[in-house]
Nanobody, 125 residues
Framework: QVQLVESGGGWVQAGGSLRLSCAAS????????VGWFRQAPEKERELVSA????????YYSASVKGRFTVSRDNAKNTVYLQMNSLEPEDTGVYYC??????????????????WGQGTQVTVSS
């Protein structure tokens, strides 16, 4: 089973950037969709981006499209989320998780597993 560890969160002013990392151990990401979820206080966890490891197909929610970029590094077995033009509404705990089979278009958190511990992102206005 794959174990995931997120890093790269922090505090940033609106308009700033952060890059989150999701590193896998135990096995590779091969064969999975890797999703980035965000959970703001008192809100449900939502999928903001995903990438299918095999062909780099990507998904972005409407709220982050054009500002966030998801990518992968095969050699490091790591998925990144580059977040630019951050807004206070981007504040929350960001988690990565995997889905198998690797079907894109599934946004429900219940379809993903092997959740990491999360990394806090705080964007001040």
């Amino acid at each position: 089973q794959v174990q995931l560890v997120e890093s790269g969160g922090g505090w940033v002013q609106a308009g700033g950037s952060l890059r989150l990392s999701c590193a896998a151990s135990g096995r590779t990401f091969s064969g999975y969709v890797v999703g980035w979820f965000r959970q703001a206080p008192e809100k449900e966890r939502e999928l903001v981006s995903a990438i299918r490891w095999s062909d780099r197909s990507t998904y972005y929610s409407a709220s982050v499209k054009g500002r966030f970029t998801v990518s992968r590094d095969n050699a490091k077995n790591t998925v990144y989320l580059q977040m630019n033009s951050l807004e206070p509404e981007d504040t929350g705990v960001y988690y990565c998780a995997v889905r198998w089979p690797p079907t894109m278009g599934s946004t429900s958190p219940s379809l993903f597993g092997s959740w990491g511990q999360g990394t806090q992102v705080t964007v001040s206005s």
